[in-house]
């Protein structure tokens, strides 16, 4: 009986995975179905805008050349309605000097016959009709101006669409997964076509998940995409990898033309917590030291936990001072008492029970995450004004409501302060040690349970400020101390390349006394 219950219940995970993955499948499908509909009123519209460019093009080539021949035909009749006045108007002086020569014929006095002979002579000499050329200035030919657009046809019943690129392949072998961004290389298939229409430019998309299968399945609006990327390669910055895998596709665009996507890679960014052994050449997990791979650590404040002046807002934390009624009831009638680095008098540090928030003078929040193995990364950042913070681990039931990160045996941490002076320092078990650098601006925390190491990093600087050596023996969790001002966190990060350097080097670490 319970063998075959188990057997259905199998059956029933399967059937409802299968019944999850269709409905994908529809919601997919349907997507498709719009986005053909939407590309294909896009398209069309395309087209029309680019054959009214191409016949407006054409009419004003048209415009332009009729603007010639009217010029021309225009200069042409310009010139020969001139000749014409002219001609007209020797003509008409001509026939005037005839008349008068033929009247002058029939003069009997001698003395007049000869003047007017004279003045015919004069005039003859002087007449338009014997300056005027007798042929047109230009001709009624037009040939200049014949056209052929034979070609120019031929060349538009070969208009066509833009040929598709293909899809580019994905070169697994070269993508890289490290420092919380991956490095895709793919190579382009088909770079140009026979007309010499080359590739200008590739999309990538990429898109989290936890599961390895189903890669094609999901709606457009879960893919994050990058544009215009001009080359073969393109690495995706800034990751919080707080998914099991990254789904990734490509594809190519000529002009305004986009091909399909390539085939879709899966790439795994984080397994489980702590160490995995890797013989792979090429890391697609995560970062590796030697055949080593740290995962990568998520977790975030523990508002519950929160002092009664911090207020929680996504990752970051600010102190809020409410005043005495903020703090403890055990606290009240203190108001003229000054704020110190120490805890309040008399508090039994005791066990942390249940979800009680800070209290008194800790002004303490905890991580919801806790590290009972494995090496683990996160950094924090102060916020601008900030005073004093602190940043370590705890053991989470040896913190009491009024302890301060530090003062215990289960606390480590690293403190600073610019309240007065700047200063930096390591503390442990109620003793500290002044560091001398610079009030870091970005700082790294790495904490290595197995190896029992906890390292706090310069970030900007890739310089070491502090490292404990110990041996962990209860489950550690993040600890934060915000007195005026603020912080914020960036989880989910796997352990840099830097801190290989680190790692790998045999100095002589400063640590306080267990």
């Not at 093009?57 to 310009?78: F, H, M, P, Y």
């Amino acid at each position: 009986m319970d063998t075959q219950k188990e057997a259905l219940c199998r059956i029933i995970s399967t059937l409802a995975n299968k019944n999850e993955e269709l409905q994908t499948f529809l919601e997919t499908v349907d997507n498709t179905l719009t986005g053909l509909q939407e590309e294909s009123c896009k398209v069309m519209s395309e087209l029309e805008a680019e054959l009214e460019e191409l016949s407006s093009a054409l009419e004003q080539r048209g415009a332009w050349l009729r603007d010639v021949i009217q010029e021309e035909k225009q200069r042409k009749e310009a010139e020969l309605q001139k000749q014409l006045s002219e001609g007209k108007f020797a003509l008409l002086s001509s026939e005037e000097l005839l008349e008068f020569a033929n009247q002058t014929l029939t003069i009997t006095d001698e003395e007049e016959f000869l003047k007017a002979a004279k003045q015919i002579k004069e005039r003859v000499t002087m007449a338009p009709a014997f300056r005027l050329t007798t042929r047109p200035v230009v001709t009624e030919t037009m040939s200049q101006f014949t056209v052929d657009f034979s070609a120019e046809k031929a060349g538009l019943q070969q208009l066509h669409f833009l040929p598709v690129p293909e899809a580019p392949e994905i070169d697994e072998s070269c993508c890289i997964v490290r420092d919380n961004a991956i490095t895709v290389v793919w190579r382009p298939s088909g770079e140009a076509d026979g007309d010499g229409v080359r590739n200008e430019s590739y999309d990538l998309e990429y898109r989290k998940t936890n599961r390895d299968s189903s890669l094609h399945a999901a709606p457009e609006a879960f893919w994050e995409k990058i544009h215009n990327i001009r080359e073969t390669q393109a690495t995706i910055s800034g990751l919080k990898f707080d998914s099991g895998f990254v789904v990734i596709r490509v594809r190519a665009r000529n002009k305004m033309a986009p091909g399909e996507f390539s085939e879709p890679v899966i790439m795994e960014t984080k397994g489980e917590h702590g160490l995995q052994n890797s013989s792979s050449s090429v890391c697609l997990q995560s970062i590796t030291y030697s055949s080593v791979v740290f995962a990568a650590f998520n977790f975030g404040f523990d508002a519950v936990t929160a002092h009664a002046e911090l207020k929680v807002c996504g990752n970051s934390v600010t102190w809020e001072p409410q005043g005495v009624k903020g703090h403890d009831p055990r606290l009240r009638g203190k108001e003229n008492k000054s704020r110190s680095a120490t805890p309040s008098p008399n508090k039994t540090a005791g066990n942390r029970s249940g979800r009680e928030r800070f209290a008194g003078e800790s002004y303490t929040v905890l991580g919801d995450q806790d590290m009972i193995g494995g090496c683990h990364y996160w950094e924090l950042r102060p916020l601008p004004d900030w005073k004093s913070f602190s940043v370590g681990v705890v053991y989470r039931a040896s913190l009491g409501r009024f302890d301060q990160l530090g003062k215990s045996a289960g606390s480590w941490c690293l403190h600073a302060s610019q309240w007065l002076q700047s200063t930096l320092a390591a503390k442990h078990n109620n003793r500290a040690k002044a560091l001398d650098w610079p009030l870091p601006q970005r700082i790294g925390i790495y904490c290595d349970y197995d190896n029992g190491d906890l390292s706090f990093i310069d970030v900007d600087r890739l310089h070491l400020l502090h490292s404990f050596k110990t041996k962990f023996s209860q489950p550690l969790v993040p600890a934060f101390t915000v007195w005026c001002g603020g912080i914020a966190i960036t989880t989910g990060l796997q352990v840099p390349s830097f801190m290989g350097n680190f790692l790998s080097t045999n100095r002589s670490l400063s640590s306080l006394s267990q």
